[in-house]
C-alpha cells in the first residue's frame, strides 16, 4: 500500500467513524453534578510493545483497577494478583511484552499477564537497560523509598545490584546510561538553620571514574535541567531558557562544560518533550500554549500524525505503538473527556476501545473559545471563553480563576465549565500574569502581585466581557480554588462593585498567615523559598500582606459568600477558612460554611462533590440566575 493511498483510506475511515458524529437528542437535559464530576470510567491507556494487548487503569467505584484488553477481542479483564494485594493500581508501564510495571498503594510491583508477581520494586520504575551478559533483561528501580537507593535489577533472579553515587547532598535526578549506570546527578543541598538551597549537577565519565562537578545553581537561579546522555557519551540534552523567555532544549558539551545548539525551541510557548533517541534526537516535542500542539522529527510518524488529525480534527490526538502494526490513539478535546481508538495499521481499520467518560453527550457540550484582551497596563491576557448554548438575553457569567497561582488552565474537557454553561452562563478562564506555560516574563510579572496587577488582570478580563457583550455586568459572579479562592474572596473585597456572588474552596484567606501556617507547602525548604518568591516575601512586611489578604477586609465585601474547605487540607489547612468564616460572620455578611468531611485539597467523594456544587449552584441561581434579582 502507498503512503498516499494509505493516508486517503485512513482519512475517510477516520471521518466516517468521527466522533464529532455523536449524535444529540433535541431535549437534552441539564448536566448532573454526579455524571459531570465522576471519575473517568478509565485513566489511562498503553500499548504493548508487540501490540497483543493494552493495559488500562480503569475506575471500580472509588477504587481502581488494572485491566488488561487482549486487541484481537478488546475484551477487557481485571487482572488482579494471585497471591498478596495489588490495592489502587495508578500507573502501569509495559517492561516487555510479558511484564508490567504497576503503580499501587503498596509500591510500584512487576507481574505477569496472568496476574503473578515476578519482583516486587518498591519506589518506582525507571525503565529499562541493557541486558546482562547472559542475556537476561534488567530494569532499573528506586527499590525502596530512600533517594539514593536505586538499583539494577536482573528480572529471571531478581538479583538487585546498588548503583552508587556518594557525592554530597540528596539525589533528586539521575541521567543513566545504556548499562544502568548513574552517569549524571543532579542532588539539592539545604544549608543547615537556613533556607538556602542550592542544586549540583555531578557527571562521571563511567562507572569506575570520580564525579565531577559541573555547575551549582541557588533555588532561584535560572538553571539548566539534564534530560539525558546523547549515545556518543560526549553531549547531555538539558532543558534551560538560555538566552530567551521560553523553555527550550539544548545541547550541552561536556568536553567544553557548556551549552551550545538549540535542539528544539518555540517562540512564544515552554515546550515539553515526551521522547528522545539514545543518540539524543527528539522524535516528539509538545508545545504548551494555549491549545497544545505535538511536533514530530521522524517523518513517518509526522505524516501518520498529520492523518489522524485531519480525521479527528480540533482536538488533541497522542498516537503510540508500531507503524507497522498497531497504533493506539488518544483523542481528547475541549468536549470530550476522552476517547481511545486502535488502528490497524497494514488494513488501515481502527476500533473504538473505550471512553473515558461514556455518560457524558459529547455533542452537547459547549466549545472552548482562545481569546486574549489588554490589561490595563498592556499586558496581553489569554484567556478561556465558554458560551452557554442558549441565544437571546445577554447572560449571566462565572469568572473561575485556576489555583496554583504558577498553574494555569488547560484546552481540554472541564466538568466545571460544562456544568456552568449547562445551566446558562458564560464562562470565563483568565490565565492571569503568573500563570504557568507561557514564558520567563509573564511568569515573573506576577512575582509579588497577588491581590495587585494579578487581580487586575481578572477585573480587566471581567470588564472585556462585559464590552464584548458576552455577560450581563449585573449578573458575574467569582468562584475558584485554592490561589483562585483566594482570588475569588479578594475580587469580591477590592471590586465589590463587579460581583454579585462569589464562591471559594480550600482558599487562601491570610497570606502572612500563609507563609508560616503548617502547610504541605512549608514542611521542606523548597516549597517555603518557593512560596515567598511568588508572594514577593522579601522586604515586604505583614502590614503589606494584610492589605490585600481577603480576611483583613472582610467588612469590604458586599455580596454573599460560599465559602467550603477540605477538613484534612495540607496544601491550605482548614484554619484559613474557619478564619475567613468568623470574619465574615463578625461583619455581619451572608456567607455559607461548609467543611467537607474526609477531603484533602481537592473534592473526591461523589456525596462532598453533590454538595458543594448543589450550594453553589443554588447560590448563582438565586443571585445572578435567570430568576435572580437585576
Known sequence: MTASVFRTLLHSFLLLHSLAAIPCMADTPVLGIKEAMRIPAYLSMELAPDGKHIAAIARKGEASKLVLMDTATLTPRFLELKRGTMTNPRRARWVNDTYLAVKTDEGWKMIDLDGKLIVFLGGRYIGNVAPDSAGRARILARRYYEPAYVARITIETDQSEVVNFHMPGTPVSWVFDANGDARVVTTISTAIWSDSTTFTHWYRAGQDKPWEKLATFDYDDEFWWPENLASDQKSLVVQSRQGRDTLAYFRYSLETRSITEMLAGHPTQDI???????????????????????????????????????????RLNSIEGKLTSKVLIHSVSDTDPGQWLLLDVPSATMRKVASAKPEIDVAAMRPVQIVRYAARDGLSIPAYLTLPAKTGAIKPAVILIHGGPAARDGWTYNPEVQLLAARGYTVLQPQFRGSSGFGKAFMQAGYGQWGLAMQDDISDGVRWLVEQGHADPQRICIYGASYGGYAAMWGLARTPELYRCGASFAGVSDIAYMLKDDSDTNAGATGRLSMNILVGGAGRDKQAFDQVSPLRNAARITAPVLLAHGEWDRRVPIAHGRKMHKALKEANKEVEWMILEKEGHGIYHEDNREKFYGALFKLLERTIGPGAPR
Do not use: I, N, Y
Open 272 to 314: 515539553h518533550v515526551p521522547d528522545t533517541e539514545e543518540d539524543g534526537s527528539f522524535r516528539l516535542v509538545a508545545t504548551a500554549g494555549m491549545k497544545p500542539s505535538l511536533e514530530w522529527f521522524d517523518p513517518a510518524w509526522a505524516a501518520m500524525q498529520k492523518s489522524v488529525d485531519a480525521a479527528l480534527p480540533d
